[in-house]
């Protein structure tokens, strides 16, 4: 009974010990000078996100593909925008766009995971469009290519009047986390939390931000190596409002759907001294143990002479 009453003591105190020298990795806090407007993990199936629509029509462009509602889905937790070889509206592929013009605002912090699909003629492309259409030289976006052998992202960002690009090279096949910063202060692109790109051109038009998945321009077509249907697929997307007056050094970690509280201090005291009592009563337990263990042992009156 004693051995079991110090092995759980042990237990505990090993559990309590590793919550607070190794504690629970977390999201990162909410970045200073901004507030979380936004946030969805595409959980609910079939539902696309408040605020969001799928678009119905042809690109602008060169684009030899069609903009389709059907080709923009939610399941298995993810949102897909989907390239298929298909005619419509006079263009041989049907693809996909996502516009959250609900979300529209005057700078802004985006942050999603995604993964793009493999193959030459795929242009996967984070957006940011004005919403006044009279605007239209205040666009910004992110275009991801994951062409075999010749794999790279295109950064251009306008402010109105000038266009400044930059490409960005790398493996972007897999799984990768995206920031895009727009702020007073200038346009940031960071991947995987690397800053990757800084431009002081900064666009004043409110804008909102979207999803799209093109073919035919600067990507080109899909050749007979390139799978088809391809899936543009992201995981989560976050957005966030220029908020400097909101500004928090402390900020609470978040979860991928909000903000949650941090622990306060007397909390984390509190846990401290519940771990520190475990061990000790796990080391007066093990050291009565071994006492009995050690100790010599009368025999039984049966057995004496």
């Known amino acids: 009974m004693l051995r079991r009453f110090t092995a759980v003591l042990v237990v505990l105190a090993s559990a309590a010990l590793s919550g607070l020298i190794f504690p ?4 990162a806090a909410d970045p200073e000078g901004w507030k979380p407007v936004f946030a969805n993990t595409f959980d609910d199936a079939g539902t696309l996100p408040t605020g969001c629509s799928a678009y119905d029509g042809a690109p602008e462009g060169a684009q030899a593909s069609y903009f389709r509602p059907e080709a923009v889905t939610v399941a298995d937790g993810h949102l897909s925008l989907a390239l298929h070889k298909r005619t419509y509206g006079g263009k041989p592929y049907v693809t996909g766009e996502l516009r959250c013009v609900g979300a529209a605002q005057q700078f802004g912090r985006y942050e999603f995971k995604a993964r793009v699909p493999v193959g030459a003629g795929i242009d996967s492309m984070a957006l940011l469009r004005p919403v006044d259409r009279a605007a239209d030289r205040h666009n910004s976006q992110l275009e991801i290519m994951a062409k075999p052998g010749a794999e790279q992202a295109l950064v251009s960002n306008s402010d109105g009047t000038t266009t400044n690009t930059r490409a960005l090279t790398g493996t972007f096949r897999d799984w990768h986390t995206y920031v895009i910063e727009w ?3 200038g346009f940031k692109v960071y991947v995987d939390g690397v800053l990757q790109w800084l431009d002081p051109a900064v666009s004043t038009e409110p ?3 979207g999803f799209a998945v093109t073919t035919g321009d600067r990507a080109g077509t899909p050749g007979s190596s390139t799978a088809l249907p391809a899936e543009f697929q992201i995981d ?3 957005i966030w409002s220029f908020a400097p007056a909101d500004a928090n050094p402390a900020a609470s970690p978040v979860t991928r759907e909000g ?3 941090a622990a306060p201090p007397g909390d984390r005291h509190w846990s401290l001294w519940l771990a520190v009592a475990a061990v000790v009563m796990a080391a007066f337990a093990l050291f009565g143990l071994v006492v009995h263990k050690t100790r010599p042992h009368r025999p039984k009156s049966s057995h004496r002479a």
């Open 24 to 27: 629970e990795r977390v999201n």
């Open 183 to 185: 702020a007073p202060s």
């Open 207 to 209: 804008r909102w931000f």
């Open 236 to 238: 989560y997307l976050r």
């Open 259 to 261: 903000a949650m509280p």
